[in-house]
């Protein structure tokens, strides 16, 4: 088991940053790709960025790109999110994720939550007009 915990969301102001942490504890090892989820108010939850067990980048769904960076240091078991020029839309709830033993050997199956074995609880980020 892996147990996920997000910090860092808050209240921010458009145009502003914000930067989510996401911290591992339990059975952690360097295997497993991690990924970042958000939940509108009344929405689905949708795909973020996800970030291999090596710290390459995998994918960033186009809403974000370019705004939006993932990264992960494996010693310390975190990955986190780096949020810029947010914009009001970004409001929802951030989720971070692990994959298990086996996840998408394709790339866009990482944008499915079902490649996703361990979640955290959510961390709230509201931006601002």
């Known amino acids: 088991q892996v147990h996920l915990v997000e910090s860092g969301g808050g209240l921010v102001q458009a145009g502003g940053s914000l930067r989510l942490s996401c911290a591992a504890s339990?059975?952690?090892?360097?295997?497993?790709?991690m990924g970042w989820f958000r939940q509108a108010p009344g929405k689905e939850r949708e795909f973020v960025a996800v970030?291999?067990?090596?710290?390459?980048?995998?994918l960033v769904a186009n809403s974000v790109k370019g705004r939006f960076t993932v990264s992960r240091d494996n010693d310390l078991n975190t990955a986190d999110l780096q949020m810029n020029s947010l914009k009001t839309e970004d409001t929802g709830v951030y989720y971070c994720s692990a994959t298990g033993r086996l996840y998408p050997t394709y790339t866009s199956g990482f944008t499915s939550e079902t490649a996703y074995s361990f979640w955290g609880q959510g961390t709230q980020v509201t931006v601002s007009s």
């Open positions: 339990g059975r952690t090892n360097s295997n497993y790709h």
């Open positions: 970030i291999d067990w090596n710290g390459r980048t995998i």
